[in-house]
């Protein structure tokens, strides 16, 4: 299959202009999965939430809207982070979207920093999407520091796991050659790159997209301060494989009885 | 505390000659901890049970002995890797040793490859040794690629990891920056050098010896090729703050309630 990411520079607030950067740098591009950064449309740094509710959409929003009509553009299953609102709760959520339409939302189970002062700690199972055959599984940025995450993802199955992001810590691109490597899964983690001074806050976003291996190879990494799109053929059914050699299967050699929770 | 590592390059069942190396290579070093790689006397690549069990020791061994005098001399907790006997089960383990005197041992509970024929998996959990203050927990070599036993130790309140190995895929180094981030622990990787070619098997250690810290950064690395010693100093206590800012404590914001094990 083919998969990609898309890494934007977002101006804050300016959710047009962030649709139409991305409507340029995908121009003529297909592909089965697209992943986008976390809050593509909207920048990151709110001051309160009250910010975070203003840009914030239902499911059936204005980016719900842009992303059907980008998957019908360019034939992918796309993956993409929003606010989102549902009744007075609001959570940094990503859009599961395919065929022209909104499959489900992923609501971010480990919020990072200040995140936990406007949005609300998400409510609903990792889960993963079998989608036209292939197996993908949906996390959310700083949910890469919890190595449960992709863990559970591959134990339910996920091939490919979509991982839209706005880090600011320089770790999690090399972490990702180490998980994907421990679970057999591919990954697409898609980063923003620019900078935003908002009140307190003066974030520098790291960029580095990264298509990472089910046998821990870099297969895609972005530059870390432009805007950058990358599409690349994949072998997803490899990650069904978990046999390192001819006597260690790294799911079934697991000893769960010794594990703490 | 003083943490370090002896990386060797036994011979292959040269129990005394591979001691001598140890003693050569510690002359004169005082330390807290250090630690010794897995199989550290014996060598690694047997070809039968009947070659393991004959190399074998119960935990009242030479090897132990050997180790009881090293702890006196050094001042330091020792854990290296020996072959266990226990009744008719053989077990790829390693010691620990402080002040003259076996504490325990570790049986590997994640064999590799064909240590599957003629170890018996670790039938003990994962433990936390309280020694002179200071909290070390053990594993041995493959145990890395299973990131619940990092994680398992350092929920039982391990400061430290201990981790003898006889590495021979080139992943493991790496992994430990990613895992002692996540877990906020110290470790102290020992590894051999050299090659083995017995029956049907070639292999080549990559060394590579490694101390990381609790925030992911190298401390010590050693050579791939040849025998190294390394003794630093590290706050251990850093390793019981888990927060990474001022509102992500990376063991409380676990959410166990989504994970599937």
Known sequence: ?????????????????NFNQIRELLKGVKADLLVLPELFATGYTFMSEDEARELGETKDGKTAKFLKELSNE????????????DGQNIY?????????????????????????????????PL?????????????????????????????E???????????????CQNAMIT????????????NRVGSEKRGEDDFTFT???????FD?????????NAPYVSVIDIDEKKSENKMINKYNDIFKDRRTEFYKF
Chains 1, 2 share one sequence.
């Not at 360019?74 to 609102?85: P, W």
């Not at 919020?111 to 936990?116: G, V």
């Not at 199955?157 to 770790?171: D, E, K, R, T």
């Open 216 to 224: 821990g190879q870099v297969l895609s990494s972005a530059p870390s």
């Open 74 to 85: 360019t034939g992918a299953t796309i993956v993409g982070g929003f606010v989102e609102l």
């Open 207 to 213: 960029g580095g997209s990264q298509i990472t291996s």
């Open 179 to 190: 998980h994907c490597l421990e679970n057999r899964v591919f990954d697409v983690t898609a």
């Open 157 to 171: 199955g996920a091939q490919v796991i979509a991982h839209p992001c706005n880090l600011v810590m320089p770790y």
């Open 92 to 124: 940094n959520s990503s859009l599961i979207v395919s065929k022209g339409g909104v499959i489900d939302t992923y609501r971010k189970i480990h919020l990072f920093n200040k995140e936990k002062l406007w949005f609300t700690p998400g409510d609903k």
């Open 1 to 17: 299959m083919k998969v990609g990411y898309v890494q934007n520079a977002p101006v804050f607030g300016e959710k047009e202009k």
């Open 127 to 155: 889960k993963v999407y079998d989608i036209n055959g292939s197996k993908i599984g949906v996390m959310i940025c700083f949910d890469w520091i919890f190595s449960e995450v992709i863990r559970t993802l591959a134990l």
